[in-house]
């Protein structure tokens, strides 16, 4: 993308639909903004004798209903990603306060905002759309960029409140990180006790092993060498346990060599046949890549245990900003995320570089589990 390009994100709208929306929106925008100001100076000139709160209670309706009905406008025909917007709830209050509750909500005063900057843009866009019927260059190249202008006030004033969606990133990164924490204190107990039961018991063995040669080695050479066997047996088995459980914390082959070559051998070592597809060039950052490891490890796990599936397909590719993970399997399906469980770990884990898991799994299958997980932070 140029220094010079709209941001994919909001691309120009097409003339046409630009042009269809400019010469409709004078009409409307001049309703709405002799209503509103007609309106307001009415009812505040009435308020000393109460006729004013109604009228005004019916102004500030009417900025919000107007309001709405620009997000789908501009959503509709300038393709400007607008959505529906929070407001402060009127349930079951009097006129009064409803009135007031309205008037202390900031969307409101931002819809009004946009209806009174619109009002006198309109009246610039008429002549410019009116005039692109019939001037094919302004029509494929001013019209369109005056859309994308207007999209982006549209989307300044219209769109979610910076404060709230900022309150809202903050609250949800605080819930990442605590899952965050639980996933690595999870992990963390569970390495504590794979060295218990594994390694650790084996180097007591071994010991011991030794301990018993030692007391017996003057007077029975035959059984010292039993013993010896047999600690150099469970050292064995102690040094491949380690190495199994350094693997699980962070497998050589993925940094060696990456996810392509790590998830391929993960597969090979299912018991059913699994299809692995990667494409993340650029590499991804090793805290995702682990992260997407770990993901897939588990997850073939428990299709191998629980799904009853022949067969099973791992995607993973990367997007500008994320790095997606989807594992399909033909299994009979029903797996859903209930605490505690393995899908819930999974989310959990994911949650640690504030990834989100989604689970797609109807009666009869087929099961598609898809890690989204940024690249960015």
């Known amino acids: 993308m140029t220094a010079q390009d709209p941001p994919p994100e909001h691309p120009r709208p097409h003339p046409a639909r630009t042009i269809g929306y400019m010469i409709p929106s004078f009409v409307l925008r001049l309703l709405q903004f002799i209503l509103i100001v007609v309106g307001g100076t009415l009812g505040t000139a009435t308020l000393i004798i109460w006729i004013g ?70 009246i610039v866009e008429l002549p410019i759309a009116l005039a692109s019927i019939v001037l094919l260059p302004m029509a494929i190249w001013v019209t369109p960029w005056l859309g994308w202008l207007h999209g982006n006030l549209a989307l300044s004033l219209l769109g979610p409140n910076r404060t709230k969606k ?20 999870a992990e963390r107990r569970r390495i504590e006790r794979d060295l218990h039961d594994g390694a650790q018991q084996r180097l007591v063995a071994v010991a ?52 392509d070559a790590a998830l ?30 770990f993901i897939v490890g588990e997850t073939l796990t428990n299709i191998a245990k629980h799904s009853g599936a022949t067969e099973a397909t791992v995607k993973v590719w990367r997007s500008d900003t994320h790095v997606i ?15 505690g469980g393995g899908l819930a770990g999974l989310a959990d884990r994911a949650a640690t570089i504030d990834g989100v898991i989604t689970v797609v799994s109807p009666v009869g299958g087929p099961t598609v589990i898809r890690a989204d997980l940024p690249c960015q932070w």
């Open 53 to 122: 709160f109604p009228i005004l209670l019916a102004v500030t309706g009417f900025i919000r209903w107007s309001g709405d009905l620009e997000r789908r406008w501009a959503r509709r025909m300038l393709g400007t990603p607008l959505g529906p917007v929070e407001r402060l709830p009127l349930d079951g209050q009097p006129m009064t306060r409803r009135w007031l509750t309205r008037l202390s909500d900031a969307t409101t005063w931002r819809d009004l905002a946009y209806l009174m900057v619109a009002f006198p843009l309109s």
């Open 166 to 185: 900022l309150e809202k990133k903050a609250e949800h990164l605080q819930a990442s990180r605590a899952r965050g924490v639980d996933a690595a204190e």
């Open 208 to 259: 011991m092993s030794l301990g018993r040669a030692k007391s017996k080695f003057d007077h029975d050479p035959n059984a010292v060498r039993e013993l010896i066997d047999e600690a150099h047996s469970d050292a064995k088995l102690a040094v491949s346990e380690l190495r199994d459980l350094a693997r699980g914390i962070y497998p050589a082959v993925l940094g060696d060599r990456g996810l």
């Open 264 to 293: 391929s051998a993960q597969a090979a070592k299912s018991p059913i046949p699994v299809d692995v597809h990667v494409d993340v060039e650029p590499r991804p950052p090793a805290a995702v890549e682990t992260t997407a490891y």
């Open 325 to 339: 993970t989807e594992i399909t399997d033909n299994g009979h399906g029903g797996a859903e995320v209930r605490p």
